[in-house]
DNA sequence: TTGTACGCGTTATCAA
DNA sequence: TTGATAACGCGTACAA
């Protein structure tokens, strides 16, 4: 590999200067820049990042960590819609990104996952959809060695912020919209994600707010963002039920398949807005975000971070409505 | 952050002799590297790898290329297999990957590209689903500086290999079983991919041989992927045909929604096997290809190009079946 | 304006 | 068995 001090021979300099000539052109006459733009172009220079990382004082490289499993077989969607945001932010601010599955930890101890970070100079962290079940990655927010941002979780403490919709306001917002479509609701079913998450309680508690200002009876199941436990539940309770509101497209799926299977027809909600919905040609209100733009306010947030801002919790907007097939192929 | 340097003076050793002790554990009396070890424990050392790639000979660095456009909205699905398979390669082959989606390349010249990898210290490639329309793209291969695999196209140098199923008899067996399982197929729409490329050619083939062998009326259009010109190819054509075979499940989900829609029932075949076709509960014959194993051949093989071996060309396994939806949510 | 010398964190060579 | 030193490729303070 052609280094700088090949380009300083053959420009006839020093190498300072060759580096001055391309990274601080106005401390070099216009000479010598032109004799090193030369050199540069007939030897194809490029210079070597690793070592200017290294020879930088500081440097900041974000490690994203991306949730293929979190108990569901089609979140890819949502997943490379975060990726595609980070990497465009990661131009924007000149920082590096390397990517990281969370599936990669599940093995791992705490200690190992610090070392595989450290080793690559990962200083931030972004971590999309942490699942409760990863405690080592807790442990890596709590020790607050990296800065991080948490995509719908919520944690913060000084090196940590977290963002997402308002989980209560949406849950809330898409059941009463979808029990004032339909006449004579009573009975509701609801199939939360995870249980114990924060996330899936704040939800809870809307649903029973709206338990008492409909005097609904509301019956909670946990189907862990998995639209096979969505389906098993929808066939073991759905028949007794006159709506099921569910915490993800994809349970929202599973119960609407279920149903149609057990030949009966009853509303359905679910929550995220994920393109497929609309493949699937079902229709339910949903709860659509956007999560190319949650991923660039995550990233804006942790470069926020590094700038010496304290943690906080950020909200994003979301939109009641259905996907529509025809919308999505577009 | 602690470096090599504070170990060596907290264990009153030289850091060669550090280094030794972690690396060349046999080098070392058992004595100093134990002081060696209780010095890394008690300071958190870790090592930098950025300094260790520049201080070694030759590091292998592998860039991952995935393809999210492709003119289709979904394809999602294969890009997340494809790379948690390199991911967990690299893991085995203990070897560096760096990911980037083929839009970034989309507004770069080929020398920005080639800068862009090569400052990275890039020297091997897995491009998976090159598309025609990257000129600049197909000139990094040509050039012949990096040790690359493509996936799903076709082109071979001494650097470069390839891998894909065998897309003739893999679009002659599909073809053929939706027209034995039918009766009286006069008239087949084939709906492409795109136009020129080497792939839609031999399955384009293919198609021409069964039109001989079935004395067949084939009418060939060009969807280029794109689950909404298959739509609208099937709105136009789709009502004079017997039967539509199609060049992705995409376009196939296109143009059984479309038919659907025109108040027809036809055969229709597609291409891949992705879960999606499960999701939307169409039946109909496709080619499941394994894109995990895909990936990971594609990574063995590139290691194989590493250790000297010529370009060649991989085939992988296929399957015709139909994909059930209560076999993808399990 | 240009060049010398040092530091970044590590491995490798060679002498002690 | 250990340690001093050079080298990797680059940026930069400082001296010329």
Redesign the interface.
């Known amino acids: 590999?052609v280094s700088i001090n090949d380009v300083a021979k053959r420009a006839g300099v020093a190498k300072s200067t060759v580096s001055k000539a391309l990274n601080n052109k106005e401390l070099v006459s216009k000479e010598t820049r032109l004799k090193v733009e030369k050199a540069v172009e007939e030897l194809g220079y490029?210079?070597?990042?690793?070592?200017v990382?290294?020879s930088k004082k500081k440097i900041n490289r974000v490690g994203l960590i991306v949730d293929?499993r979190h108990n569901s077989?089609?979140v890819?969607?949502i997943?490379?819609q975060y990726?595609?945001a980070a990497?465009d932010k990661s131009?924007e601010y000149q920082v590096e990104v390397?990517?990281?599955?969370s599936?990669?930890f599940d093995d791992m101890s705490y200690y190992e996952i610090?070392?595989l970070l450290?080793?690559?100079?990962i200083n931030c962290l972004i971590i999309y959809h942490l699942s409760i079940e990863n405690q080592n990655l807790y442990k890596v927010i709590e020790e607050k060695d990296f800065y991080i941002v948490l995509v719908d979780s919520y944690m913060i403490n000084g090196k940590t912020s977290c963002i997402a919709v308002n989980h209560y306001k949406a849950q809330y917002e898409v059941a009463k919209k979808t029990i004032e479509e339909n006449e004579k609701i009573n009975k509701v079913l609801y199939i939360a994600g995870g249980e114990g998450g924060h996330i899936t309680n704040e939800r809870i508690t809307a649903m029973k707010i709206l338990q008492h200002e409909y005097k609904l009876e509301l019956l909670i199941k946990h189907g862990d963002f998995n639209?096979?436990k969505a389906?098993e539940i929808t066939l073991e309770f759905g028949k007794d039920v006159d709506m099921i509101i569910c915490g993800s497209d994809l349970m929202a799926?599973?119960a609407e398949?279920a149903l149609r299977d057990m030949g009966i027809n009853k509303p359905v909600a679910g929550f995220d807005g994920i393109?497929?919905t609309g493949?699937?040609?079902l229709d339910f209100n949903t709860v659509k975000q956007d999560f190319y733009l949650k991923s660039s306010s995550a990233f804006d947030e942790l470069m926020s971070l590094l700038a010496g801002s304290k943690g906080k919790h950020i909200i994003i907007d979301h939109e009641v409505c259905r996907i529509k097939?025809l919308d999505?192929?577009?």
């Not at 450290?118 to 100079?121: G, Y």
Request: net charge positive; no cysteine; charged share 20%.
């Open positions: 590999m490029v210079p070597n990042k690793l070592a990382s290294l293929i077989q089609f890819d969607e997943s490379m990726l595609m990497f131009k390397v990517t990281f599955f599936s990669q610090n070392t450290k080793s690559q100079r639209e096979l389906r799926i599973g398949y393109k497929l493949y699937s040609q097939y999505i192929i577009q």
